[in-house]
């Protein structure tokens, strides 16, 4: 019903800066929250950063200064700007959306595929 695309990603040395998108499709009623989260091997998924639909943004600790979200309402599309990358930055990332749909008066979650970043030291 719900289809989640990721773009972005790739291989980056460290002090760089790398962008990522995602866009929800499909029979979308109405989309809470969107956000990023990363799993590093090994590790458990993390919250890196989300927004919600009035604007307001939660991000984790070891990004925060760094690591930039924004989202298109109208596109239903969220993006992470990623800058000054460290190599713990490296990992999948999975976009999430939180959306009520057409056919299911309450909010589920949406998983893209992830997109590896990769950040060099």
């Known amino acids: 019903q719900v289809h989640v695309v990721e773009s972005g990603g790739g291989l980056v040395q460290a002090g760089g800066s790398l962008g990522l998108s995602c866009s929800a499709s499909?029979?979308?009623?109405?989309?809470?929250?969107m956000g990023w989260y990363r799993q590093a091997p090994g590790k458990q998924r993390e919250l890196v950063a989300q927004?919600?639909?009035?604007?307001?943004?939660n991000y984790a600790d070891s990004v925060k200064g760094r690591f930039t979200i924004s989202r298109d309402n109208a596109k239903n599309t969220v993006y992470l700007q990623m800058n000054s990358l460290k190599p713990e930055d490296t990992g999948v990332y999975y976009c999430?959306?939180?959306?009520?749909?057409?056919?299911?008066?309450?909010?589920?979650?949406?998983w893209g595929q992830g997109t590896q970043v990769t950040v060099s030291s």
């Open positions: 927004i919600f639909s009035g604007g307001s943004t």
């Open positions: 999430r959306t939180d959306v009520i749909t057409l056919s299911v008066a309450r909010v589920q979650n949406y």
């Open positions: 499909g029979m979308i009623f109405s989309i809470s929250a």
